[in-house]
């Protein structure tokens, strides 16, 4: 059964979603928005590690949990159809995901259209995937 927090969640996202249409907001202006409502939605787990890190030329972070596992390696790749969306706006689920899997998450900033139309993003996530297995073989 789906449960109230995630049932008002998605309610949120959907009403978001619905005044940037409605009001015809620029793709920055929908960017910011985003990253102001981020720190409403829930808090950072306790227990957890975070270090900024570049890899393969993109801004990414670790998300550690005490309880993870060296072998264990989470690559979060964050939601906003590639338009929309950062480190920022997502690094509370990709934590909470790190710490219920016991694995040590990265999460990273890949490029977005319309600045960087398609492949951009799918080349930086195979790039970061690619270079993730290249330095940590035991994953």
């Known amino acids: 059964m789906q449960s109230l927090r995630s ?3 998605y309610h949120f996202l ?3 979603l619905a005044k940037s249409r ?8 929908v960017r910011a928005d985003r990253q102001r409502s981020s720190g409403k939605l829930g808090k950072m787990p306790k227990n ?4 900024k890190v570049t890899i393969e030329g ?3 972070e670790w998300l550690i949990p005490n309880n ?4 264990a390696i989470l690559l979060y790749l964050h939601g906003g159809a590639y338009v929309t969306g950062s480190i920022l706006t997502h690094r509370r689920l990709a934590a909470h995901l790190a710490v219920a ?3 040590s998450a990265l999460i990273v900033d890949y490029r977005l259209a319309p600045e960087d139309p398609f ?4 080349d930086d996530a195979m790039n970061c995937y690619l270079g993730l297995r290249a330095n940590h073989p035991e994953a």
Request: glycine residues 4%.
């Open 22 to 29: 409605n009001l015809k907001l620029t793709i920055e202006a």
């Open 68 to 71: 993870s596992q060296k072998s």
């Open 58 to 60: 993109l801004q990414a």
């Open 14 to 16: 959907k009403w978001q």
């Open 7 to 9: 049932i008002l969640l």
């Open 119 to 122: 492949p951009a993003a799918l």
């Open 101 to 103: 899997a016991g694995a």
């Open 48 to 51: 957890l590690e975070s270090s």
